[in-house]
């Protein structure tokens, strides 16, 4: 099988955004889960596991950058049809999701809850309707950046520009994370600075990573898969060190201590990231039979990452949280394996039927 056939069933993209939203889906279970009362022990238990999978919003980033450099390689498409085409894909679930959300379930609202016209607006689109939905207030600002991307992809057109790019953008997101680990992060404040996070710049360089990606995708592959073990030892410490300063704060441990900022996260961030790529280039040259299987599972990563906190919502109002309060592992473990399931069944059940009705209304225009 031909490298561009591989890449046609499964890319290094498709394996972020599938790990980036089982992972999102243990956060959204693990922070219902801590908001229960909790003995300590257990409090830093779920810290070490929070913190595992909290690498999220820039894999998804990043897997959506090295798909679309992919898909959009041989032909730039128009940046009208582009969006109209992101509408449906990305755009319009993110809408109805986020109506259900607020009116379904408006409890689940973070900061302040809406109590008027302006204020719903506001929590529409800032991202405040449900505790994950922040992701896709800064994931969607990339879609409108694209032809910027499109510029940067043609700039990098050897290994000298490559490496050059690669040099400003570590010079660039170096300095975010220097003034933010010395003036915001220290003070009692800095949960008042959660807008950072939806801001576009704060992931930009994630972008430009899964840009880069995809232009080497050969020279990548060979040095991550060569040094995968070094990114695993790399990862385990940064992981320690982000405990450590979670754990710094008094008790009881709160997950909005944490920040994509600090350095400790964009190390254990960046070597997750080379370990889900090295992943997928090493199944690729195997020919894994999990390639269509993580092909189609990306296709319904992002909907089942809008979905799944509503799930998680209805499964822990009809026992979830009950189970969970007498056994905690126990019940994060089934809480979260229901979530998944549901989420994606409920995608994959959806898409199915669209399908089945277009085939059906082309059929009766012929």
């Not at 009208?80 to 809408?95: D, E, G, N, V």
């Not at 997950?255 to 997750?272: C, D, G, K, R």
């Amino acid at each position: 099988m031909k490298n561009e056939e591989l890449h046609a069933v499964a890319d290094g993209g498709d394996y972020l955004k599938v790990f980036a939203c089982t992972a999102v889906i243990l956060q959204s279970v693990l922070g219902f889960a801590l908001g229960l009362t909790q003995p300590v022990a257990l409090q830093r238990g779920l810290a070490w596991a929070y913190l595992l999978v909290k690498f999220t919003a820039p894999a998804f980033i990043c897997g959506i950058l090295l798909t679309t450099m992919r898909t959009t390689a041989r032909q730039q498409p128009i940046y009208r049809h582009y969006l109209k085409q992101q509408w449906s894909a990305l755009f319009f679930p993110t809408i109805c999701w986020t109506l259900a959300y607020l009116l379904i379930f408006p409890g689940l609202q973070q900061q302040r809850a809406y109590h008027d016209g302006l204020s719903f607006v506001w929590q529409f689109v800032n991202g405040n309707a449900a505790p994950h939905l922040w992701y896709n207030t800064m994931m969607l600002q990339m879609i409108f950046l694209m032809p910027l991307f499109w510029v940067i992809r043609r700039l990098i057109h050897s290994r000298w520009a490559a490496w050059w790019a690669l040099g400003l953008t570590a010079i660039g997101y170096l300095a975010w994370v220097a003034w933010y680990t010395l003036r915001v992060y220290p003070t009692a404040q800095f949960t008042d600075w959660y807008l950072l996070d939806r801001v576009f710049l704060g992931f930009f360089p994630y972008a430009i990573l899964g840009i880069l990606a995809w232009v080497g995708w050969s020279a990548v592959q060979r040095q991550l898969r060569r040094w995968w073990w070094l990114l695993l030892v790399i990862g385990v410490v940064a992981l320690v060190g982000q405990n450590r300063a979670l754990l710094s704060w008094p008790l009881p441990v709160s997950f909005s201590h944490t920040s994509y900022y600090l350095p400790a996260t964009v190390i254990y961030i960046l070597s997750i990231i080379g370990l889900i790529l090295a992943l997928a280039g090493h199944q690729q040259s195997r020919h894994s039979r999990w390639l269509p299987v993580i092909h189609r599972l990306a296709g319904y990563a992002y909907p089942s990452y809008l979905a799944n906190v509503f799930w998680l919502q209805l499964i822990w109002l009809l026992g979830g949280a009950a189970f969970t309060r007498q056994h905690a592992l126990l019940g994060i473990a089934s809480c979260y394996l229901l979530t998944w399931c549901w989420s994606f069944g409920f995608t994959a059940l959806l898409d199915n039927a669209l399908k089945w009705r277009k085939t059906r209304w082309q059929e009766r225009n012929r």
